[in-house]
């Protein structure tokens, strides 16, 4: 059982971000300041918002979990080069709605040099922008928050000769994901964690199936792991039975298992704000059939091989290819294609059955920021990059090319890894994906 759960949204370690800060500070200098503000929260129906959870950069660079923040980071600066503005502690709303760190919280507790109630952002940050020349600050990401800022900026230009706004807006996106791409020990281990609950998780949903049992019943499993251990889910749990599983977003997971049916579920528990991605398919009655075992063998072997490929030094895309080819030996085995592989590949005839990349790259967000080309050609894989290997054979009902005994499955097996200076760290190896250790598991009652 895991002490430190993710939904306590204080329970980063205010030294990691202190040095993304201070990382973030030395990249963008002295004449450079930036902004970055909370999403904000979401409502759900009436009365009821979603539970809050930050934007991945804004947690990344403060660890504050409250919605109505803005960070500033103002390299040099007299008063201090970390500004948080947050909500001020309030009794009455704190009753209703949760604790609140306050400003006086946010620098005992997160690390800020000054702090100010959130509502003083807009009288204040004109003189923080005035003596720099370049503005960092999110694209695209809260635009409502970007659009604030710039006619503060303008407000700024305004004031005439008396001010000197910053001539130069840069986007914080491109700064801050390029950060967040290489990841520290640190987070590594937390995203062990969440690597190690996901696959109990899995474990639990194998050990649980069977015909007659539904598809949200396997979720719930899933979940129930995830929330002993303090975690909540990273995105929405896919359970796919029979053909469901060839729906590749499908999260109804509204159906009952069937005797001969696969099982594909993709789902991943997210620790302290990183995420665990994990897919597995395996059979409702606890035995692949031989044709099953056809399919399957050519997906787990293009896993395989596409591990194999993640290596330091290795382009991004070198995984992809390592998959893409075994998965196109193996339809033209089946005959599901027909030519040679540089011809199928040539003219993607192979995304009748594989349709999606093999890999992304995987950290606080499930697919996780940071560029997988530079000037247009395939970036190396470095040590301490995490990224998916998530190849899949999907033949819905109909499938022109193969054969109707094929037709309703829809297989794919993904895990979590870390490229390392040697062979590659398979996060997610606690669950089973070879075609044996997952019956055997599966013998075992839940
Ligand atoms: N679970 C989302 C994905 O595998 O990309
Ligand atoms: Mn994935
Ligand atoms: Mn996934």
Not at 26 to 54: K, L, Q
Not at 325 to 348: C, K, N, P, Q, Y
Request: hydrophobic fraction near 40%; charge should be negative; include cysteine.
């Amino acid at each position: 059982m895991i002490a430190d759960p993710s939904h306590l949204n204080h329970a980063d370690d205010p030294s990691d971000h202190a040095e993304r800060r201070a990382a973030l500070a030395r990249e963008i200098g002295a004449s450079g300041i930036a902004v970055i503000a909370a999403t904000p929260e979401r409502n759900r129906n009436n009365d009821v918002d979603y539970p809050y959870r930050p934007n991945s950069d804004f947690r990344y660079l403060t660890g504050f979990g409250e919605p109505c923040a803005i960070a500033v980071i103002a390299p040099g600066r007299e008063d201090g080069e970390y500004v948080l503005f947050c909500r001020e502690r309030d009794p009455a709303a704190e009753t209703w709605i949760g604790h609140r760190a306050g400003t006086e919280g946010a620098m005992a507790r997160f690390g800020a040099d000054q702090a100010f109630p959130i509502e003083e952002f807009d009288a204040r940050i004109g003189d923080m922008l005035s003596t720099r020349k370049y503005l960092y600050m999110t694209q695209g990401i809260h635009p409502e928050f970007e659009q604030r800022l710039l006619a503060r900026l303008n407000d700024l230009r305004s004031r005439g000769r008396h001010a000197a706004p910053p001539e130069h807006i840069i986007s914080l996106n491109s700064v801050v994901h390029e950060m967040r791409l290489r990841k520290s020990p640190t987070e590594l281990a937390l995203m062990r964690q969440a690597a190690s609950t996901s696959a109990a998780g899995h474990c639990a949903a194998m050990r649980a199936a069977e015909p007659g049992v539904y598809e949200y019943q396997l979720e719930a499993t899933l979940h129930y792991i995830y929330g002993l251990d303090g975690m909540h889910w990273a995105y929405p749990t896919i359970v796919g039975a029979g053909a469901n599983a060839c729906v590749l977003h499908y999260v109804e997971n509204a159906s009952a298992l069937a005797d001969g049916d696969l099982v594909l579920i993709d789902s991943g528990a997210e620790y302290r704000g990183y995420a665990g991605d994990i897919t597995r398919t395996f059979p409702a009655n606890g035995r692949f059939t031989d044709t099953q075992r056809e399919v399957y063998d050519i997906v787990l072997a293009a896993n395989e091989a596409a591990i194999a490929a993640c290596r330091a030094g290795a382009k991004a895309n070198a995984p992809h290819q390592a998959a893409l080819e075994t998965l196109v030996d193996g339809l033209l085995e089946l005959g599901f294609v027909t030519g040679d592989r540089e011809s199928v590949i040539a003219d993607e005839r192979y995304k009748t059955f594989f349709m999606h990349g093999t890999s992304h790259w995987l950290g606080m967000d499930v697919h996780d920021v940071g560029a997988y080309k530079q000037d247009g050609e395939w970036r190396a894989l470095e040590p301490g990059m995490v990224l998916t290997i998530e190849p899949g054979l999907y033949i819905p009902p109909g499938a022109d090319g193969a054969d109707p005994r094929y037709w309703g499955i829809g297989i794919r097996v993904e895990d979590d890894i870390v490229i390392t200076d040697g062979a590659p760290e398979i996060m997610t190896s606690a669950v089973p994906k070879a075609p044996a250790a997952i019956e055997a598991l599966m013998s075992e009652n839940a």
